[in-house]
Every structure is written in C-alpha cells, then in structure tokens.
C-alpha cells in the first residue's frame, strides 16, 4: 500500500522560530511536493523536486525552502515563521513519467496543520 | 499560465440524488490530464478519476464520472446516488505536462459538498 507520511498532523510555532515539517514517502517516486492550503484558494504550490538535491520554485516560494538529502525525505522549511504561514501544508509524491501525457496521480500525505502564533 | 476554477464554494445536496461539481480549465497545451480529488474532513486527499487530453471517452470510476467537454474547457464530476459520505470538499486539477522535471499539478478553490439524510 502506498504511503506518504508527514511528522506531524498539528504543530504550533512562535514567530520567528525556524519550522521543519518532514515528509517521506516509501513508494520509490522521483518527485515529491510541496502544497499549501488556505480557505477559498485551493492547493498553491510552494516548491517541487523530481531528484535528489534538485529543486524548483512552484507558485508560492517566498519565505520557505527545501531540502531533498534521500530520494524518499522531502523537508519544507520556514526560516523564520511568520503569522501568515499559518496553514494546513500538504506533501505529495508521484513517479517518474518520461514525455507527455499518461496518467501521473499524486499521492498525498495527510497534512500538517500549522499554526504561527 | 494553466487556470483551473471552480465557481461553487459550497453545494448541498439530498442524498441519493445525482451531483454535479463544475470545472473550467485554461490552457494552451495540447497534451494535459484532469484529476478529481476527495478530501474528507479527516484532511487526506483522496484521488477519484482521471481524464487525459487524448481521451475520447469520458472518464467513469464507480459511482464517480468525468464530464469531459474539450471545446468548451470544461472538466465537471458527476457523482451519481450520492451518498452521506460523499460529504466533502473536492478539488480539480490539471497537469502540466513537461517534457523533463516533475509534472506539476495545478488545483481549483475546490467545492464543499453537503449531503443531506
């Protein structure tokens, strides 16, 4: 059975802390994600890899990072939490698909709800 | 840039009736996929069908189908004698499809659905 798994389902941070939120997965997939999800705005993308090490900006990078060390880790990282990254950050995963087109689901972790006080 | 709406925050719905969740999608790619996501307050996304570009017929999973109308961009879910489970925000996406790299997933503001006994 597939899994991604998250570290934590709730996590509650000051301002100004620096926050870890981990994701693994254990399906072997080349790409992982990572999504945040606000009320009336869906699921934004904030960054993406499709290998180890490597890392692309998604639609929302401003004030996180990443790091991808092992193929199956995926770390989110808010260097110094504000009260506007409050939210619920969702990890995802999916296999390599070579060329275009094909059917290329995403698998989800269950989220982690962060709030930034 | 790839667009998905989804112009119905909320809908309610008696159950054992027939639903219909709306999506309009944007591109100019020729070549891309449409998903539907479940996701249950629990807060896991739940994948439920997927439509590819190419595909001539419509997308049926179970109780679960995908109204595909190409011509007018628009990528509805049909979920037929709807259930009290059924309740749940839902979420269409659509695939950017990239030659290299990880394809990302671009999601609507998504719909809460009620049943009602």
């Known amino acids: 059975d597939v899994k991604v798994t998250q570290s934590s389902r709730y996590l509650v941070k000051r301002t100004g802390e620096k926050v870890f939120l981990e994701c693994v997965q254990d399906m072997d997939h080349e790409n992982m994600f990572w999504y945040r999800q606000d009320p009336g705005l869906g699921l934004r993308l904030i960054y993406f890899s499709y290998d180890v090490k490597m890392k692309e900006k998604g639609d929302i990078p401003e004030g996180y990072s990443v790091s991808r060390e092992k193929k199956e880790r995926f770390s989110l990282i808010l260097e110094s939490a504000s009260t506007n990254q409050t939210s619920m950050y969702l990890c995802?995963?999916?296999?390599?698909?070579?060329?275009?087109?094909?059917?290329?689901?995403?698998?989800f972790g269950p989220g982690t709800r962060l709030t930034v006080l | 840039a790839q667009k998905i709406t989804q112009t119905q925050p909320g809908m309610f719905v008696q159950e054992k009736e027939a639903v219909t969740l709306d999506c309009t999608y944007d591109?100019?790619?020729?070549?891309?996929?449409l998903f539907w996501y479940k996701q249950p307050s629990s807060g896991e996304m739940i994948f439920l069908i997927y439509q590819g570009s190419y595909d001539e017929q419509n997308a049926t999973e179970g109780r679960y189908s995908l109204n595909f109308q190409k011509a007018r961009k628009s990528a509805n879910l049909v979920i037929s004698a709807s259930q009290l489970g059924d309740s749940a925000m839902y979420f269409c996406?659509?695939?950017?499809?990239?030659?290299?790299?990880?394809?990302?997933?671009?999601f609507g503001q998504g719909t809460r659905l009620t049943i009602n006994p």
């Open positions: 996406a659509m695939r950017e499809d990239r030659i290299q790299g990880a394809q990302k997933l671009v």
């Open positions: 995802a995963s999916s296999p390599f698909q070579p060329g275009t087109g094909g059917y290329n689901e995403q698998f």
């Open positions: 591109t100019s790619d020729q070549s891309y996929g």
